[in-house]
Antibody
Framework: QLHLQESGPGLVRPSETLSLTCTVSGGSVNNFYWGWVRQPAGKGLEWIGRVFTTGSTNYNPSLKSRVAMSVDTSKNQFSLTLHSLTAADTAVYYC??????????WGQGILVTVSS | IVLTQSPVTLSLSPGEGATLSCKASQTVRSNYIAWYQQKTGQSPRLLIYGASSRAADIPDRFSGSGSGTNFTLTISRLEPEDFAVYYCQQYGSISLTFGGGTKVDVK
């Protein structure tokens, strides 16, 4: 059974950079698309972007100028970097498999709060 | 593509049927619509993909239908564990989008 686990800081200061990692176990990151989705408290889901194991990426146009994603096949991980954080970036961040289409496996999510 | 889900909240009793709507602002290529269920404090769970194909281990009381710009998730008889928020998502374009969600709660 595939398992995804997000890791990273729970609190980040405004204007700083968020770095999250998703560790995949029970399967390989190779030859799949992987994605990030976030959800502010009490609100809906927002797609952040996707990365393929070759490093090819696509991002939400509303976040494109601030986001980067990558894959580390040697560690079976993929990552999200989001720059210039504001309070509006406070959310639960999910990593998931299948960002080209639908998402069939999800991590448990990590709450990231942007506050000084 | 903007997805609009209705109603925002659906109040029903266990055993009743539920019909959830997802309308797209433009035609969704190849009917590439997925539906997810999210319970409080949990990650979303894939229910339906390709508008009408059930994901693995999803009970057959869940069904999806529709084409073009109008899509529907139907729950034939609500079980206690079905009370949750449901989201549609389109993957017909490079940028993925989700609907705003429909909450199915106990009447």
């Amino acid at each position: 059974q595939l398992h995804l686990q997000e890791s990273g800081p729970g609190l980040v200061r405004p204007s700083e950079t968020l770095s999250l990692t998703c560790t995949v176990s029970g399967g390989s990151v190779n030859n799949f698309y992987w994605g990030w989705v976030r959800q502010p408290a009490g609100k809906g889901l927002e797609w952040i972007g996707r990365v393929f194991t070759t490093g090819s990426t696509n991002y939400n146009p509303s976040l494109k100028s601030r986001v980067a994603m990558s894959v580390d096949t040697s560690k079976n991980q993929f990552s999200l970097t989001l720059h210039s954080l504001t309070a509006a970036d406070t959310a639960v961040y999910y990593c998931a498999r299948g960002g080209l289409r639908y998402f069939d496996y999800w991590g448990q999510g990590i709450l990231v709060t942007v506050s000084s | 593509i903007v997805l609009t889900q209705s109603p925002v909240t659906l109040s029903l009793s266990p055993g009743e049927g539920a019909t959830l709507s997802c309308k797209a602002s433009q035609t969704v290529r190849s009917n590439y619509i997925a539906w997810y269920q999210q319970k409080t404090g949990q990650s979303p769970r894939l229910l339906i993909y390709g508008a009408s194909s059930r994901a693995a281990d999803i009970p057959d009381r869940f069904s999806g239908s529709g084409s073009g710009t109008n899509f529907t998730l139907t729950i034939s008889r609500l079980e206690p564990e079905d009370f949750a928020v449901y989201y549609c998502q389109q993957y017909g374009s490079i940028s993925l989008t989700f609907g705003g969600g429909t909450k199915v709660d106990v009447k």
